[in-house]
């Protein structure tokens, strides 16, 4: 049967195989730009994922991709994990998921149930976004990847980029940190079956909802938390012209993911968000595994949100109420010699 | 002395297998892990730090790097357990500003501070921490002239701490070869909290 069938694994799945943030901006400053285009709102000045261009003033599309590796056995959760990754980064600029198409490298050897089972996950999950798969482009390569370009719809005078936050504004996390932390200690026979069911739970779990109750109230800035963990996706938040601070033990943890820091299972992503990120955090009495969750690397991570500070209550309540382990985990402060103070 | 050679293996994996090296010690000895990245490198002195071994890195060549663990007797998964050295080290913090020791000519000021950095390894007294920023930070880094002498120090107790920001600015980010990355904040309280502060 097609869903006993394991993907064979690679060295570091999901977002903890993403490049360095430091080593991809070098490159990414040289690349020529070409004429400005007045109607692109978001590109590559921006530290978004997502681009967006305006088509009238009511109206903008939003044009995002991702892919990578397993971080699971199974190839219908990973395709559904991989899915929901990348419709999350039309959530954090809060539009609506229209079209997407897959993008698969797949090892010729392997057997083709493998690539129907992953591909089955994905059009699962958007078709539960709303959106319709559209098609795709196949290659054979020696491992699996897989991933979408998506492109949705929003409105330009209400999207959230992510780096519109103002002093004052409650910063809202929408899912529980660990992922990488948990994959990690599973990979090495570590996590308990029911720590990685509560991983792949998360990472499984569309951005919609949290998107669509963030959108009824006044939400400033938002960013969806993944590869660079929440420190790197919270300094992105600063842009260099805000600081804030934040209550560890606000954040919400997922079960597992302490004791996968607390027996030293480091990823390399995670010590590379750390040299990248670190410098601008102070960490106050925090316990280390603490800080190596903040560094982790999240797959399909949560949004990550900055609230007006009289709608951040209610905002938290009707997230909890849907059933996401959402928290107000920190406030955003005029700029400061330290960009990032975690309290603890 | 056991030897663990990670080449090849992606994180955690050079961790998990230097943790079961060193619970095969059953005691005090040395562990010796070979891994073929930085990143290896790093996360397996957070290991040593965390369960308060000592540690000692070296890069012996391109894509080979050495980490040496020397696990003492005590119960060595104590919280706060301390590095088990006799302490030569004095409250002083050493400010290294700028890749060279004076004004003057380059070459010689280059050499000046090549031969003070040595010549801080032949104290009795070391400094309790050493500060690289602005021109200072690429001394840290890949191409340092110094590095054998920093890790050395670093080995003997002695903080080697870079600015962040001046890695970040210069793009050495990940070339990082000693020591730790740290913020403005921590540089103010370092300088502030020193018996002496020493700028060569």
């Not at chain 1, 991702?66 to 990348?86: C, E, K, L, S």
């Not at chain 1, 990685?196 to 779990?205: F, K, L, V, Y």
Request: hydrophobic share 40%.
């Amino acid at each position: 049967m097609a869903g006993s069938e394991k993907i064979v694994f690679c060295t570091g799945g999901g977002c903890t195989a993403k490049l360095g943030a430091g080593v991809l901006s070098r490159i990414l400053e040289k690349l020529p730009r070409g004429e400005q285009d007045p109607n692109l709102l978001v590109g590559y000045d921006s530290k978004d994922d997502a681009a967006v261009y305006r088509i009238t003033d009511e109206l903008a599309f939003v044009q995002t991709v991702d892919f990578f590796p397993p971080m699971v056995d199974d190839p219908y959760t990973f395709g559904q994990i991989a899915a929901a990754n990348a419709l999350s980064d039309i959530y954090a600029m809060g539009g609506e998921v229209k079209t997407a198409l897959n993008l698969v490298c797949f090892p010729e050897s392997m057997d083709l149930n493998v690539l129907g089972e992953i591909l089955r996950g994905g059009a699962e999950k958007v078709a539960e976004a709303g959106g319709s798969l559209a098609g795709g482009h196949s290659i054979a390569d020696t491992g699996v990847k897989y991933g979408l370009s998506v492109t949705g719809l929003v409105d330009p005078r209400r999207m959230t980029a992510n780096d519109t936050g103002r002093p004052g504004d409650k910063l809202l996390l929408t899912k529980a940190l660990g992922v990488g932390l948990i994959c990690t200690a599973n990979r090495v026979g570590e996590a308990a079956p029911d720590q990685m069911e509560g991983a792949i739970r998360s990472m499984t779990t569309l951005n919609k909802t949290a998107a669509e109750i963030a959108h009824k109230y006044e939400v400033h800035a938002a960013t969806d938390v993944t590869g660079f963990s929440f420190l790197g996706h919270l300094h992105e938040m600063m842009g260099d012209k805000l600081s804030c601070v934040i209550d560890a033990h606000a954040v919400p943890v997922l079960p597992g993911a302490w004791e996968a820091a607390d027996a030293c299972l480091y990823t390399a992503a995670g010590q590379r968000n750390r040299n990248h990120t670190g410098p601008f955090v102070r960490f106050e009495n925090v316990p280390f595994p603490m800080e190596e969750i903040l560094f982790d690397p999240q797959t399909s991570g949560g949004l990550l949100l900055a609230a007006a500070p009289q709608d951040a209550a209610a905002l938290e309540q009707e997230l909890r109420a849907a059933g996401l382990p959402a928290a107000i985990v920190g406030e955003i402060l005029e700029k400061q010699t330290t960009e990032i103070t975690v309290n603890y | 002395m056991l030897k663990v050679d990670a080449r090849g293996d992606a994180c955690p994996l050079p961790v998990v297998k230097a943790k079961k090296a060193i619970a095969e010690l059953n005691g005090a000895g040395e562990v010796e892990v070979l891994v073929d990245n930085e990143i290896a490198v790093q996360n397996l002195t957070k290991m040593a730090q965390q369960k308060g071994y000592a540690s000692k890195a070296e890069k012996l060549a391109e894509r080979e790097y050495r980490v040496l663990f020397t696990v003492g007797d005590a119960p060595a998964e104590a919280e706060e357990a301390p590095v088990c050295a006799p302490d030569a080290r004095t409250d002083t913090v050493v400010v290294i500003a700028s890749d060279q020791m004076g004004d003057g000519a380059e070459e010689l000021g280059k050499t000046l501070l090549k031969a003070f950095v040595f010549s801080l390894t032949q104290q009795d007294k070391l400094p309790k921490t050493i500060l690289f920023y602005n021109g200072g930070a690429h001394l840290t880094c890949e191409g340092s002239p110094m590095l054998e002498d920093l890790k050395a120090l670093e080995a003997e107790g002695v903080e080697i701490v870079t600015c962040g920001t001046c890695l970040n600015f210069y793009g050495l980010t990940e070339k990082l070869q000693v020591g730790t990355v740290t913020n403005m904040y921590v540089i103010a309280e370092k300088m502030l909290n020193a018996g002496n502060v020493v700028k060569p």
